[in-house]
Nanobody, 120 residues
Framework: QVQLVESGGGLVQAGGSLRLSCAASGIIFSTNAMGWYRQHPGKQRELVAVITSGGSTNYADSVKGRFTISRDNAKNTVNLQMTNLKPEDTAVYYC??????????????WGQGTQVTVSS
């Protein structure tokens, strides 16, 4: 029905940068908020950043000033530019989108996750 496909994870040294991308495809009438979450081993998934369809953004305190979220509504894509990465940013990052599709109400969809590893 709808798929979110992420790309851009990998291994980087502390202080480096990575850019994550996520593309939604399938039967999409419109997309509400899109965001990025992450999950550290043994911990719950946490919000990293979210962006509304109008472009308003919200960030976790731990990434403010270092990460930037952006989206292209026409392409149903969302990106996360990560700079000045720290070892504690190491986690699996998941893309999320709230999408109007064939269901009567919008549905949350998730990507498969992409590993980000920051070495010290």
């Amino acid at each position: 029905q709808v798929q979110l496909v992420e790309s851009g994870g990998g291994l980087v040294q502390a202080g480096g940068s990575l850019r994550l991308s996520c593309a939604a495809s399938g039967i999409i009438f419109s997309t509400n908020a899109m965001g990025w979450y992450r999950q550290h081993p043994g911990k719950q998934r946490e919000l990293v950043a979210v962006i509304t369809s109008g472009g308003s953004t919200n960030y976790a305190d731990s990434v403010k000033g270092r990460f930037t979220i952006s989206r292209d509504n026409a392409k149903n894509t969302v990106n996360l530019q990560m700079t000045n990465l720290k070892p504690e940013d190491t986690a699996v990052y998941y893309c999320n989108a709230n999408i109007h599709t064939l269901m009567p109400v919008p549905v949350d969809f998730w990507g498969q996750g992409t590993q980000v590893t920051v070495s010290s």
